[in-house]
């Protein structure tokens, strides 16, 4: 019903930036949350930032400040601006949203790796 097509991921030194883009298709228009979560290996994944359909906002603590999570419900996408990046964002970073009656997507994910 709904697939997740994410972009954006790369290489990039300490200190520099990269935005993430999550686009939405199919059938389902109206999203409650849609957010990015991020696994590094051997970690459990994690939530990185959450929106909220009222636009309200959620960051993980070591992100706060640095990160900016924004939605465009028109075109169905979610994006991620990660400025001042340190090697400890390295992660596959997932796409994720939430519809309906507890029904949830998830992106294919896409790597992000900060060199020091």
């Known amino acids: 019903q709904v697939q997740l097509v994410e972009s954006g991921g790369g290489l990039v030194q300490a200190g520099g930036s990269l935005r993430l883009s999550c686009a939405a298709s199919?059938?389902?228009?109206?999203?409650?949350?849609m957010g990015w979560y991020r696994q590094a290996p051997g970690k459990q994944r994690e939530l990185v930032a959450r929106?909220?359909?009222?636009?309200?906002?959620v960051y993980l603590d070591s992100v706060q400040g640095r990160f900016t999570i924004s939605r465009d419900n028109a075109k169905r996408t979610v994006d991620l601006q990660m400025n001042s990046l340190k090697p400890e964002d390295t992660a596959v970073y997932y796409c994720?949203?939430?519809?309906?009656?507890?029904?949830?997507?998830w992106g294919q994910g896409t790597q992000v790796t900060v060199s020091s």
């Open positions: 994720n949203v939430n519809y309906g009656a507890g029904y949830a997507n």
């Open positions: 199919g059938s389902i228009f109206s999203f409650n949350n």
């Open positions: 929106i909220i359909s009222d636009g309200s906002t």
